[in-house]
């Protein structure tokens, strides 16, 4: 089975074969020969096709940190059924998303209120910074998922419109 | 010191702070004790401190700032005397006060002091009225009718900032006067929610102005000296990230005038303690800004060209002792610069990055400092401020300190949270920064020039290479592969 992996917005397919000590990298349809040796701490000496590489590397299951040449990189690993289904779910501008963790400060909309773009949809706080989420595009409120002094992870959706005309 | 009039020392406060006060509480061979909110598990202070005192509150913020549950639990704890650090309490005069009634020391300034300069609109008038230099600006208390009339006259560009507010919160710049209404509203707003005080001022913003800071140490006995100036010019969102010692454009002359200004204020408000008074610093001329009435996040800049350690100086102001330099004893030794680490995002307008800290790997060497408040294990939420750790570097002169801060950088590893880490090294490789050509507005004016570069194909295969061959998902599904699919290799499809 190949995994997607996610670097800079790109999704690339990956696959190992062979045996433990004698990988092969199967890398967007390309097979190389790769190998990966931890070092003390977070620090590895990766071969890739011929070429040498110090890193640092640690993550967790399905997210991982990869530090190379002062740059730190964050690598998402997703099997090819949960990518389809973020697709499907992927923005529409009828939804005002959080762009960091943090808290509700305000929310001057109600379910059912019509909103032009530009109209504030809600206000949030993280690390003590303010920011307006405003419509991208005209709409009505169709649900609100969060409450004022309330708390929410990146990516939330807090308000949900339905486009103009829309049941 | 024979005899301190304290023996343990509470620390109010948490991350790198707490860890670098301790650090100096205890090779003064006092008791150290430093708070701690459930929020935070795996902290250097934790570790450092010889007693911990926990706290709770509806929010890990609130517990830090409940006075009156800190100030029970200290003396319980066995605690003499608090030290504030930045932020939270540090500048709460009724906090302040709370503390000296309890019978215990608060190491920092007497309550008056600090009420006065904690009114940004009542130390400028304060200052004004004693001939010290302030920008032009119009202050709503003074007549609040006319407020938005006198702040259109004032003409634009504008600077809108809370009457009670630090820390760049609830401030806006305004260059067309057809948003001012609005941008005072909004101002207005969030001065209300982060110091229940919506009162404003507004004056003229200065166009590409420096950030240039005095430190101040002031006795019970009446000395007042400066350890010179740091230079706090590359700001985002108002908020400092890179501060040196000394400025890159005073003239010995204009530092002379600088420092000889903010020992006046300080001495004309009454003030003891450590404190910094700041100034806007543009075409040749400066203006009083504000003090700020605590140890400055940036003070390990001025530690490391005058060779002072600023929290015992604090710890012995307050236990009574006079000062025992003279003005002219105080040196100002190479150049210093520090690197604020944060868990932000500079290619998402600096948003806020929570985590793990799955790995951190601090740099060491001749002249490097890192005051880390993070370590492998803590988990990096968005309840408290971003910075996470400080890097300060100290060379004989400037351009020797850029290196040693660029070769530091390079050696500071943090796996698990974002961090600006390496938008700290591109920043220091601007043109404009090597060459001293500094302002406030110069890393927003440069963000899109700062962003990380595209990384090269080379380098792109050997990330996915590593992280794939590191995946547990991946290698497992490559154990899991049956013998014959195995043998199949890379054909099978």
Redesign the interface.
């Known amino acids: ?1 190949r ?1 997607i ?1 996610r ?2 917005g790109q999704d ?1 397919a ?5 045996p ?1 000590n004698d ?5 967007d349809g390309a ?2 020969a ?3 040796v931890r070092k003390a ?2 620090s ?1 000496a ?1 071969q ?2 011929g ?1 040498s ?1 110090g ?8 997210r ?12 998402a ?1 997703l ?1 090819p059924l949960a990518v389809h289904a973020r697709q499907a779910g992927a923005a529409t501008g009828l939804e005002a998303r959080a ?5 509700v ?1 305000a929310l001057p909309v109600a379910v059912g209120d019509s909103v032009r773009a530009g109209d504030t949809l809600v206000i949030i706080e ?5 920011v307006a989420l405003k419509a991208t595009q005209p709409g009505r409120v169709a649900a609100i998922s969060c409450a004022v002094g309330r ?1 929410f992870e ?1 990516d939330a959706v807090l308000v949900m419109l339905a486009a103009e005309g829309s049941a | 010191m024979r005899d301190w009039p304290f023996d343990t020392v509470l620390v109010a406060n948490r991350g790198e702070i707490a860890a670098r006060i301790l650090r100096t509480v205890k090779a003064l061979g006092l008791r150290g004790l430093v708070l701690q909110h459930a929020a935070d598990f795996a902290a250097p202070a934790l570790a450092l401190a010889d007693g911990v005192v926990t706290i709770e509150g509806p929010t890990p913020v609130a517990a830090f700032l409940d006075g009156a549950q800190i100030i029970a639990k200290a003396l319980a704890a066995g605690a003499q005397a608090i030290h504030p650090g930045y932020g939270f309490l540090s500048e709460n005069a009724g906090f302040c006060r709370a503390v000296a009634d309890s019978g215990m020391i608060f190491i920092g300034p007497a309550p008056d002091a600090m009420s006065l300069m904690g009114d940004k609109v009542r130390a400028r008038g304060f200052v004004a009225a004693r001939g010290f230099p302030v920008a032009p600006s119009a202050i709503e208390d003074d007549d609040p009718a006319s407020f938005a009339a006198r702040a259109h006259a004032l003409g634009g560009p504008l600077l809108i900032k809370p009457a009670a507010g630090g820390g760049g919160k609830g401030m806006r710049i305004v260059r067309d006067l057809a948003d001012l209404d609005d941008a005072l509203a909004q101002a207005r707003r969030e001065g209300l929610r982060y110091f229940g005080d919506g009162r404003l001022y507004v004056e003229r913003y200065v166009e590409r102005p420096r950030h240039i800071e005095v430190q101040i140490l002031a006795d019970h006995h009446g000395n007042v000296r400066h350890l010179h100036e740091r230079e706090c010019s590359l700001q985002r969102r108002f908020q400092k990230i890179v501060e040196e010692a000394p400025s890159t454009t005073l003239s010995g002359q204009q530092r002379r005038e600088i420092c000889d200004t903010a020992v006046g204020i300080a001495a004309a408000a009454g003030y003891r303690n450590a404190g910094t008074v700041e100034f806007i610093y543009g075409d040749g001329v400066f203006y009083f800004l504000e003090m700020n009435t605590r140890l400055q996040v940036e003070h390990p800049v001025t530690e490391a060209v005058t060779g002072l350690d600023l929290v015992e100086h604090q710890l012995r102001i307050a236990a009574g002792e006079a000062l025992r330099f003279t003005q002219q004893d105080v040196r100002l030794d190479g150049h210093a610069i520090e690197l604020r680490i944060c868990a932000e995002d500079a290619a998402a307008d600096f948003a806020p990055c929570t985590g793990r800290v799955l790995a951190w790997h601090e740099p060491h060497g001749e002249g490097v400092r890192m005051d880390a408040g993070i370590m492998q294990g803590a988990r990096i939420t968005a309840a408290f401020d971003p910075l996470l750790a400080k890097l300060i570097v100290h060379a004989p002169d400037r351009a020797q300190a850029l290196r040693r801060a660029e070769a530091a950088l390079r050696d500071t590893v943090l796996l698990g949270c974002g961090s600006n880490i390496g938008f700290l090294g591109r920043l220091l490789a601007h043109p404009d920064v090597r060459a001293g050509e500094l302002h406030t507005g110069l890393v927003q004016a440069e963000l899109d020039n700062l962003q990380r570069p595209a990384l090269s194909p080379q380098a792109k295969q050997a990330v996915l290479a590593a992280a794939a061959l590191s995946s547990p998902a991946i290698r497992a599904a490559a154990d899991a592969v049956p013998k014959l699919h195995a043998a199949m290799g890379a054909w099978r499809n």
């Open positions: 089975m995994h992996v670097l800079e690339h990956a696959a190992l074969s062979g433990v990988r092969q990298l199967l890398l097979a190389l790769a190998s990966l701490g977070s590895a990766l890739v096709a070429t590489f890193l640092h590397i640690a993550g967790t299951d399905d991982l940190f990869v530090w190379l040449d002062g740059e730190v990189y964050e690598v690993v099997e762009p960091m963790p943090g808290s400060v993280s690390m003590k910074l303010e708390n990146k």
